[in-house]
Structures are given as C-alpha cells and as structure tokens.
C-alpha cells in the first residue's frame, strides 16, 4: 500500500516539475513529412544576421504532450475571477458576462481593418458613436473620447484639457501662470503622475478625520489664484462619497480652476448620480473596471474622458460624429489637444461595454450599482466586531479596514492577506490607500451573492480569532500554497526572469 502511494505521490511530483527539467535530448513535439522539394540554403531563406544560433543551449526538448501538461498545469495554479471573489479594492475585479466577450469577438468587428474607408466601417463607428451617447447620459457631461487605453491615460487627456482649455479662456501661456493641480492626499498615485507629466504641480490637500476632502484647506489653497485644477476621485480612495462635491465644485470654480473627477470609482454611481449634475467638467471612467472587460493583467484597456460643453473642443481627435444617418471620423476639431492612441483606441474593450450597457439598461445598471454597495456595506457591518474601521461613514462599494487590533499581537495586515489564502480567497488590497495605516481595502463588487460574502467575512473572522489564539498560525501562512512567503522586495528589485541550466 505504502509504496502504491510513494508511486502515486512521486508522479505527482513529477508532474510539478520544470518543461526545462522534462527535456530530454531528441526528444520532439512534431514530426514533418520528408521533403520533396529541393532543399534551399538556409542563408537563402533567413539571412545569418537574422538568426540567432548563440543561445539554444537548454530549450527544452520535449513532446506535444509535455507542452500541453505543462501549460494546462499552469493554468491551474492560477487564481481567477471565473473561480471566486477578487475582493481586491479599487481594481473592481467583478466577474463580467461571457455574452460581452462574445460580442467582442464577432468577426465583423474583431477582423476589421482600422484604416478601413469611413463608407466600409459604418457599424464599427456607430458603435463608438452609441457608446460615447450612453456614457455621456450615464455621466451627464455630454462630450466623450474613447481613445485613452488606461485610466491614467483618461487622466492624462483630461488634464491636458483644462490646460488647453485654459490657454483659451485667459490667453495663450495662462495655464504656464495656473500651474497648480490640487490633489487630496487620499488620491490614487496615477493622480499626481498624470498631474506632473501634463506639466502641472501638485499640491496636496488634506482629508478629515471623517476621511473627506478638507474644505478649509482646498479653501486655502484655492486663495492663490494659480489653481488650474483638482482632481478628485469620488467615491474616494477610502470608499466615502465625498458629499460637499457640489461645494467643492463651487469653491474650485470660484477660484478660476476645474474639476477633474477620476471616475475609476464609478462603478459606485452608475445609473444613481452623475457627475455633470455635480458641477464636475470633466472625467475619466475605466471601461475596463466599470463597464465589463476583466480589470489586471496590464491591459489592454479604455479609460474614456467625459466633458462639458465647454471642453468637448479641446477633447483628441478624431471624434465619432454623426451627421444623418451617416458616422464620420471627424478631425473638424482646430482646438483639440491632438490624438492621444493610435486609430481609434482599444476597440474591442467599447464593444464589450456597449454590449455590458444595452444588455443591463437602465434599470439594471442601477441594480449592478446598488448591489456593489450593498456587498460592500455587507462585508462591513460583518467585519465590524472584529477589525477597525478607521472611518464612520457608511461605505459605498469598497470598505477599509486597519490591522490595528491585531498588531497588538505582532500579526499585520500583510500577515491576514497571506493566510486569506488558506481560507481560498484572493487577499484584499492592501496597504492602500496609504493615508491609512495597515489599510485593507476591500471591494466585493455587484458579482458576488450573499453565500460568498457570508463565507468571505467568516474567513476574516476566523484570521481575527486566529491572530490571538495563535498568531504564529498567520505569522507564517499561507500554508496551502507550493511557495511560502516570498521576499517581496528582492522579487521587485532583483527579480529572476530566466531559467538557466544548472552548470
Ligand atoms: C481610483 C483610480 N484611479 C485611477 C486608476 C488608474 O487606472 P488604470 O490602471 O487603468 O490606469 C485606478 C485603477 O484601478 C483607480 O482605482
């Protein structure tokens, strides 16, 4: 029996080892017929200078079964959104319909050539021009661009609006005099970056103990009359509803700036309040948060940028223009800040967003909203007796709790976030934002039902009792996973990308 599990165990291990280490010498993953033509020399097909011979010591021999087994086993050791919560804050890791990426794929639009004549790509443009609709309604601001591919690029081109715009309204080289971006301490980090590379710098306001913006201080840094701007995520990064928004909005305009909302937050609002009704001139939203298409892995992505009518001159060309019953890629613009993305932006992510718009309507965007806040309100109440919330208010789709009571025992919030893992959840975010010590953020969005909450906030409270019971437990978790802790640091700063053989 003993040796019957040795023989299985050790096939196991096996199966867990390196394609580098299953290579073996001849061996192949194909065959091809013999030739029947004449053979041609190698130069004659790829030039030396193209090949590269220097460097094939140690890639792996191996079969078309090896190749299939390793990549499937791979695929395993993954944790997606298709196998549970990502409850990750301010990435809104929402499971997304597979109907949208059906959509995307639909081979009229996915095998369409971006530089196809304007008469042959009538439907592809009226989608962008019936998505820029449905989000300048969702957001009452009518003018909208989807080129940007990121939120921080939607960032980017909406700050280098208000400086354009404010060249125009005060005279050219004004905006060289209203040099300053106001940003709230609580603000996502692309903020500030997207502030500076549009030639902006930044001051930074202070939030409440409540975790609000600080009237008094956006006051008194407004009183210098060399504010271009603010940008301001609401909900914030602390998951509250900056409610003095339309005070704010006054204050900055007052002072001759615009507001700038970084919408990423969206996904709290959509279908219940709309930033233009706030006083808000212009903002980003990320179509690959809010408005399905899954949110990691680097992209690609679409952070469109949302204008008053005063701004939509300024906004990237071409624009989507509708004249009849004909769409037009339109650069009659002379005002606008220029192109920002190749084409027309990421395509396939407006498709997706449409689809994931039109299929949920009005009254079922609205439900998606109020569910996400609900979730997050949920893990709140639940989490309540056992972590600290730093802030009263009641959240709206994200919450943030501190490690506070549990670093009285040595046991941190990167400590909890390891043995999340145990319980078979993917940790929170944590750290962030970075106003709040031992901060863990977490989002639950709209997709997850009230079973995978109940199970979610048992785990936390489960670590809560843990780290006084037995703190060494979560010292040293995750215990489930093939690796233990990494050194997280060297991993960044000296990372190891590439196998070598071993001598
Ligand atoms: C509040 C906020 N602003 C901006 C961004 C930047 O978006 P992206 O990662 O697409 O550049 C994010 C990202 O999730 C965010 O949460």
Excluded at 177 to 191: E, Q, V, W
Excluded at 417 to 426: E, N, Q, T, V
Aim: proline share 6%.
């Amino acid at each position: 029996m003993e040796s019957e599990i040795t023989k299985v165990t050790s096939h196991i291990s096996h199966n867990e080892t390196l394609i580098f280490e299953r290579s073996r010498t001849g061996r192949i993953g194909y065959r091809l017929p013999p030739l029947d033509v004449e053979e041609s020399p190698i130069d004659s097909i790829i030039p030396s200078r193209f090949r590269r011979d220097d460097d094939l010591e140690g890639v792996p021999e191996v079969s078309e079964v090896d190749v299939i087994r390793h990549f499937v086993r791979m695929s395993t050791w993954n944790y997606s959104i298709d196998l549970g919560m990502y409850p990750l804050g301010s990435c809104t890791m929402k499971y997304n319909s597979r109907l949208n990426e059906r959509v995307a794929r639909i081979a009229g639009f996915a095998n369409l050539h971006p530089l196809a004549d304007e008469s042959d790509a009538q439907g592809a443009l009226q989608v962008i021009y019936e998505l820029q609709q449905d989000l300048a309604e969702i957001t009452g601001l009518p003018g909208v661009s989807l080129q940007p591919a990121a939120g921080a690029h939607g960032e980017m081109t909406g700050v280098m609006i208000i400086r354009a715009y404010i060249d125009v309204r005060d005279g050219a080289g004004a905006s060289a005099k209203r040099r300053t971006m106001l940003i709230p301490d609580s603000a996502h980090g692309t903020n500030p970056a997207s502030a500076h590379l549009s030639g902006f710098s930044v001051k930074t306001i202070r939030s409440t103990k409540e975790g609000l913006t600080d009237l008094e201080h956006l006051r008194e840094l407004c009183s210098h009359g060399e504010v271009a701007g603010l940008m301001l995520t609401n909900p914030n990064t602390l998951g509250l509803f900056e409610k003095n928004i339309k005070e704010i909005c006054e204050i900055v305009h007052e002072a001759g700036g615009l507001v700038y909302m970084d919408g990423a937050n969206m996904n709290a609002l959509v279908g219940v309040a709309r930033p233009g009704d706030m006083g808000v001139d212009v903002i980003h939203l990320n179509l690959h948060k809010t408005f399905s298409t899954p949110h990691g892995g680097g992209g690609p992505g679409c952070g469109p940028c949302c204008c008053t009518k005063e701004l939509e001159p300024f906004l990237p060309v071409p624009r989507i223009t509708r004249v009849g019953q004909e769409f037009k890629v339109d650069y009659g613009y002379p005002r606008s800040i220029g192109r920002v993305k190749a084409f027309f932006g990421n395509y396939g992510m407006m498709l997706r967003a449409l689809s994931y718009i039109q299929t949920h309507g009005n009254d079922g965007l609205r439900e998606a909203t109020e569910a996400a806040v609900l979730n997050a309100r949920y893990i709140a109440h639940g989490l309540a007796t056992d972590y600290d919330k730093p802030f009263d208010a009641a959240p709206m789709h994200e919450v943030v709790f501190t490690d506070k009571r549990q670093s009285r025992k040595g046991v941190h919030t990167l400590d909890i976030a390891k043995r999340l893992i145990d319980y078979g959840f993917h940790p929170m975010t944590i750290y962030f934002p970075l106003i709040v010590q031992g901060a863990m953020l977490i989002e639950p969005t709209e997709s997850v039902g009230h079973q995978e909450l109940d199970q979610f906030i048992a785990a936390m409270r489960s670590i809560a009792r843990e780290a006084v019971v037995d703190p060494e437990l979560v010292l040293n978790a995750p215990h489930s996973t093939r690796i233990g802790r990494l050194d997280e640091a060297a991993a960044a700063r000296k990372p190891v990308l590439r196998w070598k053989p071993l001598s």
